[in-house]
């Protein structure tokens, strides 16, 4: 071979291998170690006040409405009420909330949680005597005939308004499957002003005209009318009710849990009463694709089970979002340090924690700056939603950037984005990344990362294009 045509060969070859680099890495980013993250269904949600200081307010506030201050007469609608709550929000927050037919502790509506007009078809209704430290000063409170096919009829015609006016929303987090029982958990506890006595069927002199509790029909009745109302809303089931848990969890795996004892000892006995077999499965495996959120028991069970086994019940139950409140108490200094650090712990604990765990980059034929980003979920829970990562390469003249997919994490796990970034200059690159909502909310996902001029813009270093 000629002299000449080998030393063109010799120049391609070195010019190809410049471009098709080895993978260059950068330091993982330090961790920042403030104690808690707030995000989109992960950690403390706005509930009963939200004691508990977080760095950033909440991405969800949660409030549950009685049917009587949905429906002013037979179908005449008002939910003006839930729509104050949603224009109320700071824009990218969300409202989540669920609907009772009765509430033995703190009724709004002297005790009478459903419409009046329903109770003149309902004549097996009877009233109980509300628990004594009601919010609201009532005596009693209405029980409806929970069996009443024209109750079953217009809470199916309600939910099915409801949906009309808010399914897909994406200004809701989620709806409870509410409706059966006290404060609509499917459960009847709570009567006799005593927080422990179940609802007195058997007693005639209270129980008038022979009502029953609900029959399995009924109350999958009241559920499977809020399933079918909300196909793009995400729905959280009430666990009280085995029976009508495992019917919802079987309807689709999107749908979560909810259940209102974390702290309580009986928490994880009282979650899987007496399941077995593939229904304790369904149960116990459902935060794999929906997420389980949570309410402190409240009264003195809010620490029962230990300030480590709060915490606990968290990572053992992979729960994502903890009410904010509900802690028998009026403000957090009302709490003592232990109980306070319990507290940020387990907000800190709930839910998904991402953070980018590798950073690699090479020039290549195809991609002027390819980059290849890994991430761990510290957290105990995926996040369910979708989000995207905005990377961005930035000098003090130049921007270049591009969106890419942040893949569904399980905890415990790794997985890699990557990215190919065209038109590059030769020069030195701050690297950053924002996770944001695809769905253009505004809302951003928070990285246990030190924060760049608090707009959830986080450096992941500097690296230098040849």
């Given at each position: 071979?000629?002299?000449?045509?080998?030393?063109?060969?010799?120049?391609?070859?070195?010019?190809?291998?410049?471009?098709a680099?080895?993978?260059?890495?950068?330091?993982?980013?330090?961790?920042?170690?403030?104690?808690?993250?707030?995000n989109?269904?992960?950690?403390?949600?706005?509930?009963?006040?939200?004691?508990?200081?977080?760095?950033?307010?909440?991405?969800?506030?949660?409030?549950?409405?009685?049917?009587?201050?949905l429906?002013l007469?037979?179908?005449?609608?008002?939910?003006?009420?839930?729509?104050?709550?949603?224009?109320?929000?700071?824009?990218?927050?969300?409202?989540?909330?669920?609907?009772l037919?009765?509430?033995?502790?703190?009724?709004?509506?002297?005790?009478?949680?459903?419409?009046?007009?329903?109770?003149a078809?309902?004549p097996k209704?009877?009233?109980?005597?509300?628990?004594?430290?009601?919010?609201?000063?009532?005596?009693?409170?209405?029980?409806?005939?929970?069996?009443?096919?024209?109750?079953?009829?217009?809470?199916?015609?309600?939910?099915?308004?409801?949906?009309?006016?808010?399914?897909?929303?994406?200004?809701?987090?989620?709806?409870?499957?509410?409706?059966?029982?006290?404060?609509?958990?499917?459960?009847?506890?709570?009567?006799?002003?005593?927080?422990?006595?179940?609802?007195?069927?058997?007693?005639?002199?209270?129980?008038?005209?022979?009502?029953?509790?609900?029959?399995?029909?009924?109350?999958?009745?009241?559920?499977?009318?809020?399933?079918?109302?909300f196909?793009?809303t995400?729905?959280?089931?009430?666990?009280?009710?085995?029976?009508?848990?495992?019917?919802?969890?079987?309807?689709?795996?999107?749908?979560?849990?909810?259940?209102?004892?974390?702290?309580?000892?009986?928490?994880?006995?009282?979650?899987?009463?007496?399941l077995?077999?593939?229904?304790?499965?369904?149960?116990?495996?459902?935060?794999?694709?929906?997420?389980?959120?949570?309410?402190?028991?409240?009264?003195?069970?809010?620490?029962?089970?230990?300030?480590?086994?709060?915490?606990?019940?968290?990572?053992?139950?992979?729960?994502?979002?903890?009410?904010?409140?509900?802690f028998?108490?009026?403000?957090?200094?009302?709490?003592?340090?232990?109980?306070?650090?319990?507290?940020?712990?387990?907000?800190?604990?709930?839910?998904?924690?991402?953070?980018p765990?590798?950073i690699?980059?090479?020039?290549?034929?195809?991609?002027?700056?390819?980059?290849?980003?890994?991430?761990?979920?510290?957290?105990v829970?995926?996040?369910?939603?979708?989000?995207?990562?905005?990377?961005?390469?930035?000098?003090?003249?130049?921007?270049?950037?591009?969106?890419?997919?942040?893949?569904?994490?399980?905890?415990?796990?790794?997985?890699?984005?990557?990215?190919?970034?065209?038109?590059i200059?030769?020069?030195?690159?701050?690297?950053?990344?924002?996770?944001?909502?695809?769905?253009?909310?505004?809302?951003?996902?928070?990285?246990?990362?030190?924060?760049?001029?608090?707009?959830?813009?986080?450096?992941?270093?500097?690296?230098?294009v040849?």
């Amino acid at each position: 071979m000629p002299i000449k045509n080998l030393l063109c060969l010799l120049a391609a070859l070195t010019a190809t291998s410049a471009l098709a680099q080895d993978w260059q890495s950068l330091p993982p980013p330090a961790i920042d170690s403030r104690p808690l993250l707030t995000n989109p269904l992960r950690g403390l949600y706005g509930w009963e006040g939200g004691i508990v200081p977080l760095p950033r307010p909440s991405s969800e506030d949660y409030q549950r409405f009685a049917w009587a201050d949905l429906e002013l007469r037979e179908g005449v609608y008002d939910f003006s009420k839930i729509d104050a709550a949603l224009n109320r929000m700071p824009k990218g927050n969300r409202l989540a909330f669920g609907i009772l037919m009765m509430d033995t502790c703190c009724s709004g509506h002297k005790g009478d949680d459903i419409p009046p007009y329903l109770k003149a078809h309902m004549p097996k209704g009877f009233r109980i005597k509300a628990d004594p430290g009601n919010y609201g000063h009532v005596d009693t409170v209405y029980v409806p005939d929970w069996n009443s096919p024209y109750l079953l009829d217009r809470w199916q015609k309600l939910f099915a308004a409801l949906g009309r006016h808010f399914d897909g929303d994406p200004r809701i987090a989620w709806v409870d499957l509410r409706g059966y029982g006290n404060w609509g958990e499917g459960h009847v506890a709570g009567a006799n002003a005593y927080h422990w006595s179940q609802f007195p069927y058997d007693d005639p002199a209270v129980n008038l005209n022979g009502a029953a509790p609900g029959a399995l029909d009924s109350r999958i009745a009241l559920v499977d009318a809020i399933i079918d109302a909300f196909p793009h809303t995400q729905l959280i089931a009430m666990t009280d009710d085995k029976a009508v848990l495992v019917h919802a969890l079987k309807r689709s795996p999107r749908i979560g849990m909810r259940r209102d004892s974390w702290g309580a000892r009986m928490f994880g006995e009282s979650l899987l009463g007496d399941l077995t077999g593939l229904d304790r499965d369904l149960v116990l495996s459902r935060w794999q694709t929906a997420p389980f959120i949570v309410e402190s028991y409240g009264w003195d069970k809010v620490f029962e089970a230990g300030l480590d086994g709060i915490v606990k019940q968290v990572e053992d139950y992979h729960i994502s979002a903890i009410g904010n409140g509900n802690f028998n108490v009026g403000q957090w200094s009302d709490l003592p340090a232990d109980k306070q650090a319990a507290l940020l712990r387990s907000g800190d604990r709930a839910g998904y924690r991402y953070v980018p765990v590798t950073i690699q980059y090479r020039q290549t034929d195809d991609c002027a700056l390819a980059l290849k980003i890994g991430w761990r979920n510290d957290g105990v829970a995926p996040a369910y939603e979708p989000w995207r990562i905005h990377i961005r390469l930035a000098t003090v003249s130049i921007e270049r950037e591009t969106v890419i997919d942040l893949p569904k994490i399980m905890p415990g796990e790794t997985s890699e984005s990557t990215a190919c970034l065209d038109k590059i200059p030769s020069g030195a690159y701050d690297l950053q990344v924002q996770v944001i909502d695809p769905k253009g909310s505004g809302r951003t996902m928070a990285l246990p990362l030190k924060v760049r001029e608090d707009s959830d813009i986080y450096e992941l270093g500097r690296l230098t294009v040849p």
